[in-house]
């Protein structure tokens, strides 16, 4: 079973930046497309960035420009960087393994997330 630890959030102001990491049990990680998720208090849970097993991405129109994933293999991570974070950014953040950068079929269970809260 795959799981997913999920650090890095925090408080921060808006213009600040945070470094989200997700760390991954298995050894089948480094075959699977791998996204971040958020989710804010009454909204639907939404894939914000993704990444292939080869290094393509996918963003959400939202946060172009302004994230980026990357991934390394070896250490079973993944990492969220986020600039320019703006209050609506603030959310519980996830990440979860899958097919495809729209992480089909997704495997293992959703972690705990890690609280991004973006304020002055």
């Known amino acids: 079973q795959v799981q997913f630890v999920e650090s890095g959030g925090g408080l921060v102001q808006p213009g600040g930046s945070l470094r989200l990491s997700c760390a991954a049990s298995?050894?089948?990680?480094?075959?699977?497309?791998m996204g971040w998720y958020r989710q804010s208090p009454g909204k639907q849970r939404e894939l914000v960035a993704a990444?292939?097993?080869?290094?393509?991405?996918n963003y959400v129109d939202s946060v172009k420009g302004r994230f980026t994933i990357s991934r390394d293999n070896a250490k079973n991570t993944v990492h969220l960087q986020m600039n320019s974070l703006k209050v609506e950014d603030t959310a519980v953040y996830y990440c979860?393994?899958?097919?495809?950068?729209?992480?089909?079929?997704?495997?293992?269970?959703w972690g705990q997330g890690t609280q991004v809260t973006v304020s002055s």
């Open positions: 990444i292939g097993s080869g290094g393509s991405t």
């Open positions: 298995g050894r089948i990680f480094s075959i699977y497309a």
């Open positions: 979860r393994a899958g097919v495809g950068l729209q992480i089909s079929f997704p495997v293992g269970s």
